[in-house]
């Protein structure tokens, strides 16, 4: 299987990727890409910035959903730097954690300022809730998964961790967001502000933020860790892979 060609190119204008895929301005963002690059390509603007090109396509076009591919295909992650994609990947979780959740939090409480109470409590409560899970999930890829890839990639002693144990636990943290929006869409009294629509229009954006950012990860970090993990110890892969073979059992009928 190959990857599907990528409707974003670096011979494209950076201008017309983002006026096609206005969701794509947070991508380059944590790239740390800013906005006034003209008519510049894509591949200018990434020279400019001092951004690996192949790494910032690969990601503008997994996050659209222009590109999918197979974690087989070595070559598709060959191109790909990995420290560049871990270093959007943390900056990815510095957004979240140090700025758009706190933001929201913020808006938050002053629409409950305005309503009864005990729903205002309940609603805090499930909120903080829900950042405290995205906490730990980020937490733990900032303590326990990139480092990890950066020492595979150093050549460093690796034997007591591999991505397997990460992408079998790598689960969307989607339970506590959805009772909130439930609680706001079904019995929070808004009356005829535009605070609380807001804060919960800022919400669902956010919940589908942070969807894509996990399909950067499931997408591109997973299988290209993988891929490093095949190169350095190919006998190892080749004898785990036997392993999950045999363990799959004929059908009997």
Known sequence: MTPKPFLYTAD????EVITKDYELLLVITRFGISLGFGERTVQEVCDLHQVDVDTLLAVINTVSGQATYDSCVEEVFDKLD????????????HYFLEYKLPLIREHLQHALDEGPKDIAVVVMRFF?????????????????VFPYAEKLLAGGDTAKYNIDIYSQHHDPVEAKITELKN???????DGKGYKMTTVLWDIFATE?????HNRVENHLLIPLVKSIEKKNNP????????????KRKPTIK
């Open 208 to 212: 589908e933020d942070l969807a894509l």
């Open 12 to 15: 494209m204008p950076l201008s």
């Open 82 to 93: 990995p420290h560049a994609l871990i270093e959007y990947l943390r900056s990815s979780h």
């Open 235 to 246: 006998l190892s892969c080749s004898q785990k892979d036997k392993k999950s073979t045999t």
């Open 183 to 189: 609680i706001l869409i079904k019995y929070y009294p």
């Open 128 to 144: 903080d809730e829900y950042v405290n899970e995205v906490h730990k999930h980020m937490g733990y890829e900032n303590e326990q």
